[in-house]
């Protein structure tokens, strides 16, 4: 399990998250709603030490990861797979060669192994044909395919899906959500998405969580949120201006 613990962070005089508290449950899909620039990436960048707090907790499977030196940071990033917002792929490198890169970097893994493998995922997120392409010759979609496959080929325990839609047309938004409960189904991580495309990625959502204002207002299953009488949940499902949401 990952839990948060009184987190804060700024950026010089703009204080992001302001005593930020949250548990996200293992083997589920939580995804973190917000306004664009209220602190959804900046938390999940958190979760895995890409960014250290202020002040506050990041608990790991009970280790507060905000402690650790490199070597242990190192064993507990293991643990996590990451889709970036713009997939990350590396350009001068085939499809194959990108999902394979975590296995070339990090482990000892076998070529023949590794040669059975990334075909394995490639397949699973309906890239089967397409390894010896390199990124500029994928679609939008595609991409984000490819860097879902990397993100799964270390068989992580837990994935980071930051804005996995950013981008996409609803049609391709919409693949990409069913792909992310179809892999969730298969692999059973503990997933937590940053989003901001409300009401459809409630339907991949085992719980939904309202960042505002620097806090996390609500944490709740997606037919609890929709009916929230929070008027900070409230205002931003309905898309308002006024009200306890700070609009930058």
Do not use: W
Not at 44 to 49: F, G, I, M, P
Not at 93 to 121: C, G, H, Q, W, Y
Not at 220 to 238: D, G, K, L, W
């Amino acid at each position: 399990m990952i839990r948060v613990a009184n987190l804060y962070k700024s950026f010089h005089s703009q204080k992001v998250l302001n005593g930020v508290n949250i548990e996200f449950a293992t083997g589920k899909i939580t995804t973190i709603v917000g306004t664009s620039g209220c602190g959804k990436t900046v938390l999940l960048k958190h979760l895995n030490a890409l960014l250290l707090p202020d002040k506050g907790e990041v608990f790991v499977d009970s280790v507060d990861i905000t402690k650790l030196g490199q070597k242990d940071l190192y064993q507990i990033r293991s643990k996590f797979g990451v889709l970036f917002q713009g997939a990350a792929l590396l350009d001068s490198m085939t499809v194959f060669d990108n999902v394979a890169f975590p296995l070339r970097e990090k482990t000892r893994t076998s070529e023949s192994a590794i040669n059975k493998k990334v075909p394995e995922r490639l397949e699973q997120v309906g890239l089967g044909a397409m390894g010896h392409k390199l990124p500029a010759e994928l679609s939008g979609g595609m991409k984000k395919r490819a860097g879902l496959a990397r993100a799964l080929i270390m068989d992580p325990e837990i994935v980071l899906f930051d804005e996995p839609t950013t981008g996409l047309d609803p049609v391709l938004a919409t693949s990409i959500h069913q792909l992310i409960a179809r892999t969730h189904a298969d692999f059973g991580f503990t997933g937590i998405v940053v989003s901001h495309t409300i009401p459809q990625v409630f339907d991949i959502s085992d719980y939904v969580a309202m960042l505002a204002n620097g806090v996390v207002e609500e944490v709740t299953p997606p037919e609890i949120f929709r009916a929230s009488q929070n008027p900070v949940v409230q205002q931003f499902i309905q898309g308002k201006t006024e009200g306890p949401i700070q609009v930058l």
